[in-house]
């Protein structure tokens, strides 16, 4: 099987839904005639429905861990509040994830498809579109010039690739994946140029184990791992990553299988691109033991492997490794002379809604200590200080959501020898940046950011008894530890891949108290209700 026929393969086992626009494709002589709007109105609706609603595989991986027996019970509340939050996106329109992603589109267009069209420009209009009328958040920078920076405000340049493919038959067609990428799971992704050496089974298994459990949990597991070791250029090994970490290519076949001849004659006649069964399931035991868990500790880092082998040079051996993150969000869709299709997801997701542990919910939920922030931050400090480190609580109180721009603005008063805003020595810091509020809410998606981004700042922020509470995501660099163990810090994790939820059931009230001009990066003082948070 060639790369085309694998993808290929992947639409025939997917369920479509059809969309209907106002102008409709035409077969004529042959050709798919399709106007430039179909895809302008198709790439709307994709990354709307993506941003809200999960594929049932998904779920069903998230329900799966969540019932093994040696699933752990901090694991268990952040899977839950993962599929709550599914529930809460599709139920009450807030968006999955805060970070609303890169859009990314891949496409497939068959030679007799024509759209007389610049493609990729009615593709980001549509991309636009969504993201405006939505209020999903504009996450792209552009430069002004090599150091100055500015958000596009539409969430806009799109990574957009489109390639020319051969028909297998009468009927051509337009396909395509969309793909909303965060950027704390693009983040994760890692490329190695290794010596052909690492091809033997004790090599590679020792760069699994480091590897894997290097990926830390900032990016918000329980992951869908990929490993893509060849290929005949990096470029060509990397973007056969991003399309693992999809579900496009889990129709490749396995080594060894009979498609692929016989393992010890080579690759001729075979296809050029393997998954291997064996290292999925070595790849997804070190995973589980590397101790990380879903996001607090445990086994359930990871709830999916691919690992895929590719042809190579004979002097490289590219491999890379990297993530889909909780925000699953994938989808694939497709134009023929019928119309519009699009992927079908999960719209009901409340039949995977788990009891918050082995025990009823209520209890559970009483059985977490609820703490109360208290002001100035070392009333709260004090408080939090009492509880032992992977300790789940329910807090309520106030909390500053602040992130990089906001670190980078205070930074900017130090040197420039001016005091720290008042406001840093009486609340938290929640690292976060929210999506844009919807009309009735209180606030858009929010949920925590990777912490270790702001570990440059530790220093000069603690030793001056500001940000001695901080809540986010992921592990810390000995620059924050260091600063905390020195100056009293205490850190808290929210579970990532929650914004919907925290912005649903666990906000009370917000409002800009410092740069505006920063937009979602803005300084909001922001009153929450019973947010789960772990004792980091």
């Not at 051509?172 to 693009?186: D, E, H, T």
């Not at 693992?244 to 075979?270: I, R, V």
């Not at 393997?274 to 290292?279: A, L, N, T, V």
């Not at 840093?424 to 981004?453: C, D, K, N, Q, W």
Request: aromatic share 8%.
């Amino acid at each position: 099987m060639n790369l085309n026929e694998i993808i290929s393969a992947s639409f025939d086992r997917t369920e479509f839904t059809a969309f209907e626009t106002v102008e409709k494709p035409i077969l004529q002589d042959g050709r798919l005639l399709i106007p430039p709007s179909c895809l302008e109105n198709l790439a709307e609706e994709a990354f709307t429905r993506v941003s809200f609603y999960y594929r049932r595989s998904h779920l069903k991986l998230l329900a799966a861990a969540f019932d093994m027996v040696d699933t752990e019970e901090n694991e268990k509340l952040v899977i839950r509040d993962i599929i709550d939050n599914a529930l809460t996106a599709a139920e009450e329109g807030l968006p999955l994830c805060q970070d609303t992603g890169s859009a990314c589109v891949y496409g497939w267009k068959d030679e007799n498809a024509v759209t007389n069209a610049e493609d990729s420009t009615f593709l980001e209009s549509g991309i636009a579109s969504a993201y405006r009328k939505n209020r999903f958040r504009a996450s792209q920078i552009v430069p002004l010039s090599f150091f100055d920076e500015r958000n596009s405000g539409n969430n806009l340049p799109a990574q957009i690739r489109i390639e020319a493919v051969r028909q297998v038959d009468d009927r051509p067609r337009y396909r395509f994946l969309f793909a909303a990428k965060g950027g704390g799971s693009s983040n994760k992704t890692s490329y190695f140029s290794l010596p052909p050496a690492v091809l033997s089974p004790h090599e590679f298994d020792c760069f699994l184990k480091e590897k894997i459990e290097a990926l830390g949990t900032a990016a918000c597991p329980p992951y869908r791992l990929a490993i893509v070791v060849g290929g005949l250029s990096p470029e060509y090994n990397l973007e056969i990553l991003k399309l693992a970490t999809t579900e496009l290519l889990d129709g490749a076949p396995y080594f060894g299988a009979p498609e692929s001849g016989d393992a010890e004659n080579g690759l001729s006649g075979g296809s050029p691109l393997y998954r291997d069964i064996f290292w999925e399931k070595r790849a997804m035991e070190i995973a589980a033991d590397s101790g990380l868990g879903a996001q607090a500790g445990g086994k359930r880092l990871a709830i999916d492997v691919r690992v895929l082998r590719l042809p190579r040079h004979a002097a490289s051996c590219p491999v890379s490794i990297g993530v889909s993150c909780t925000a699953h969000r994938n989808m694939l869709a497709f134009i023929d002379e019928s119309g519009l299709f699009l992927e079908k997801l999960e719209y009901k997701p409340k039949d995977f809604l788990r009891p918050s542990a082995s025990q009823p919910e209520v209890a559970v939920l009483n059985a977490v200590p609820r703490v109360r922030l208290e002001t100035p931050l070392n009333k709260a400090r004090e408080v939090l200080s009492a509880y032992s480190a992977g300790c789940a609580l329910l807090l309520s109180g106030k909390l500053l959501v602040a992130r990089d721009a906001a670190h980078h603005k205070w930074r900017e008063l130090l040197r420039e020898a001016k005091p720290l805003p008042e406001y840093l020595f009486m609340y938290p810091v929640f690292y976060a940046g929210p999506s844009e509020t919807p009309p009735g809410r209180v606030i858009g998606s929010i949920g925590p950011t990777t912490s270790a981004r702001m570990d440059i700042y530790a220093e000069e922020l603690l030793s001056r008894g500001a940000s001695l509470v901080c809540v986010g995501k992921g592990g810390r660099t000995t620059l924050w530890t260091d600063a905390a163990s020195k100056y009293g810090g205490v850190y808290l994790t929210a579970a990532g891949g929650a914004a919907a939820l925290i912005a649903g059931k666990n906000a009370v009230s917000v409002k800009i108290i410092d740069y505006p001009e920063l937009a979602m990066e803005a300084v909001r003082l922001l009153e929450v209700k019973d947010l789960r948070v772990f004792v980091g």
